[in-house]
């Protein structure tokens, strides 16, 4: 009653769950943005150039 490890189907295994593990992470730290202005986003490329560096220099 010997006991045959499949250690090449055990490395496929360890390998597919780590990779779904890491995927995961990866998904999970990346920042939901949230409570964005549409209307100021909007206005910012609507204005001129100039106006723009002065809200940047003011910032």
């Known amino acids: 009653m010997a ?3 499949l250690k090449r189907k055990d ?13 995961i992470k990866q998904l999970l730290s990346t920042p ?3 409570n964005v202005d ?3 986003l909007k206005a910012r490329f ?4 100039a106006a723009n560096a002065e809200v ?4």
């Open 46 to 49: 609507t204005t001129a150039p």
């Open 11 to 23: 490395r496929k295994n360890k390998a597919r769950q780590n990779n779904k593990q890491r995927i």
């Open 38 to 40: 549409i209307e100021e």
């Open 3 to 5: 006991v045959t490890r």
């Open 56 to 59: 940047a220099a003011a910032e």
């Open 32 to 34: 939901v943005i949230k």
